[in-house]
């Protein structure tokens, strides 16, 4: 029984059962039963236009373009070919969006699969990013302990909303993710979304209180993709060996591989990234990699702290490791 037979059983199931999304699905509507044949039918899933204000693909490829640096433009495919689906999605927000002094932002990352009539079957990555301004949070807790005098106006911390954004990928041609779909909307007061368990509007760090980190090891760091956030987290991913390195010295998207356990459109991946938060100055991250096809390990964590110049030897990056492991109940038998 294969892999893909198990992953088309499971989500079947899921499908016949009432017409629901799971909880915490990318799709907030369901996709229709049986096989997916039209991936129009996932963006309708993802993207409903009801709550969503549908973006221009065409427009926002051509501005993800210029965010990579001219010396890696020397090549046949474009940069933005082998960076990958989360990469590409975080600097499509980052580009979108204004720029903020104190943020913070949440990536999810699920995956569909549509079989055409036509082709063989297909796999599309689909992202979320959530972006919060913390500055006005900040701005409140800082006039509670000096006064209000003492305190920048709030254009010194921001005022952007916080906004919401998926957008959905696929393979074609060299390009590990092309983009087929991409949806934004307004983040209301009375959404409450969590970031690795916690409020995503907590106005004090996450990243270092999601667990009890190892001791980090500090690595010398030299980006070339701006801004820090994107070069961070792509940073992160090569960490975790979701890049292949060539000789040239170029890395290409090598991607996840989908769990057996996990239905279409639900996450599997979470990723946090707070910018202007930490005491190093520098942007945090923080990977959570879930329902890995291990027999012994059950999630990933990696987190990676940027440091400003002056903070750590070489400037660098503080990196540190964590895993948790599948339960053994017949291990647990051996200690009662």
Not at 47 to 74: N, S
Not at 248 to 273: D, H, K, L, Q
Request: hydrophobic residues 40%.
């Amino acid at each position: 029984m294969n892999d893909a037979f198990l992953r088309k059983t499971t989500l079947i199931a899921l499908l016949l059962s009432p017409a629901l999304a799971p909880a915490g699905s990318l799709f907030d509507a369901p996709l229709p039963s049986g096989e997916v044949r039209d991936i129009e039918h996932v963006h309708q899933a993802t993207i409903p236009g009801d709550r969503w204000q549908a973006e221009e693909v065409t427009a926002l490829e051509a501005q993800l373009h210029t965010a990579f640096p001219p010396a890696a433009m020397d090549r046949l495919l474009p940069p933005e070919a082998d960076s990958g689906p989360l990469v590409n999605a975080l600097l499509t927000v980052l580009q979108h969006e204004p720029a903020l002094p104190h943020a913070r932002y949440r990536l999810r990352y699920a995956k569909a699969e549509v079989a055409p009539m036509a082709g063989p079957p297909m796999q599309l990555s689909v992202v979320e990013v959530a972006r919060f301004n913390l500055g006005p949070a900040r701005r409140s807790a800082l006039i509670a302990e000096l006064g209000a005098e003492y305190v920048a106006p709030e254009e010194h911390f921001g005022t952007a909303p916080d906004v919401l954004w998926r957008l959905v990928t696929y393979p074609l041609r060299g390009h590990t993710a092309v983009l087929s779909a991409a949806g934004r909307r307004p983040l209301s007061a009375s959404e409450t979304l969590v970031c690795l368990g916690r409020p995503c509007t907590q106005a004090d760090p996450i990243t270092g209180q999601t667990r009890d980190w190892p001791q980090p090891e500090s690595r010398s760091w030299s980006p070339t993709l701006r801004p820090e956030e994107a070069a961070l987290l792509q940073a992160g991913l090569s960490e975790l060996g979701l890049y292949d390195h060539h000789d040239s010295g170029a890395s290409r998207w090598r991607g996840f591989e989908w769990p057996e356990t996990v239905t279409a459109g639900t996450p599997f991946v979470e990723i946090i990234i707070e910018n202007g938060l930490s005491q190093g100055g520098g942007s945090d991250l923080v990977i959570h990699y879930g329902q890995l096809m291990d027999h012994e390990i059950s999630d990933l964590w990696l987190r990676m702290l940027a440091m400003e110049p002056g903070m750590a030897d070489e400037g660098g990056v503080l990196v540190s490791q964590d895993v948790e492991r599948w339960p053994r109940p017949d291990l647990e038998s051996l200690r009662h």
